[in-house]
């Protein structure tokens, strides 16, 4: 909420939870969260390119920045992350954030890429290039799958302008909560309750707590009765 409020960003849903959940991966080691959620990203092919990164410092968050790269149309990401990893690759990671909506822009016959995911990604590979860092898009949804389609419609548009295939990642906030969802920090816990609270979980199974109780019950019959009972059809038997 903090990076929320210091930049203005407080009248979208997308930019609360960015700034809620980032925000809290901010401030913790990035072996407890960020490295695992962004160890879950994958191609459409299901192949996970950074599931295997280790880091060698504390990443570097820089939130909403305002891309402006040459020969590219200007955008606002969400969040870029510098990261290091133990084996010196240096990766620049942009983190383009969804939570009920799709693309902001789609493809136009335009001489620049107009498809959010393209131009996004053109910026993304000229600062990288410029810092000498690996450039990786990841699309954060709130979707169960992979939304290939929208993916693909990014590439097409890319290569469309003479762009060679971007490297988007999808990733999902469900990934999210289902990492953190018995985590015992505090923090970390109320940031599973607010994905929780918006639709953000897996169904994983009825709680113990919510299962009712076993009831011990069975039909009992005084003797009085059943031998009134029993008389009944052997008086009608003996007419």
């Given at each position: 909420m903090l990076m929320a409020l210091l930049k203005g960003k407080l009248s979208q849903k997308e930019d609360i939870l960015t700034s809620?959940?980032?925000g809290v991966m901010k401030y913790l080691e990035p072996e407890r969260v960020l490295i695992p959620f962004l160890a879950k990203a994958s191609l459409p092919d299901g192949s996970k390119p950074l599931a295997s990164i280790h880091v060698a410092a504390q990443p570097a968050y820089e939130f909403w920045p305002w891309l402006t790269e040459p020969g590219c149309n200007n955008c606002e990401s969400d969040l870029l992350i510098r990261i290091t990893s133990s084996d010196e690759r240096k990766f620049l990671?942009?983190?383009e954030v969804k939570y009920l909506s799709g693309k902001s822009s789609k493809a136009k016959d335009e001489k620049r890429s107009n498809d959010q995911l393209a131009l996004q990604w053109n910026n993304l590979e000229s600062l990288a290039q410029n810092e000498s860092r690996e450039p990786v898009l990841i699309y954060l949804t709130a979707a169960f799958c992979c939304p290939v389609a929208e993916i693909e419609a990014s590439q097409e548009d890319l290569a469309e302008h003479k762009h060679k295939e971007a490297n988007i990642l999808w990733l999902s906030w469900r990934h999210l909560w289902a990492l953190i969802r018995n985590e015992k920090h505090e923090m970390l816990g109320d940031l599973a309750s607010v994905l929780?609270?918006?639709?953000?979980?897996?169904?994983?199974?009825?709680?113990?707590?919510?299962?009712?109780a076993r009831i011990q019950w069975k039909f009992s019959v005084s003797s009085d009765r059943r031998a009134d009972q029993l008389q009944g059809p052997l008086d009608r038997r003996l007419r």
């Open positions: 809620s959940a980032f990671i942009l983190v929780d609270h918006l639709n953000l979980a897996i169904f994983s199974g009825f709680s113990e707590k919510k299962t009712p």
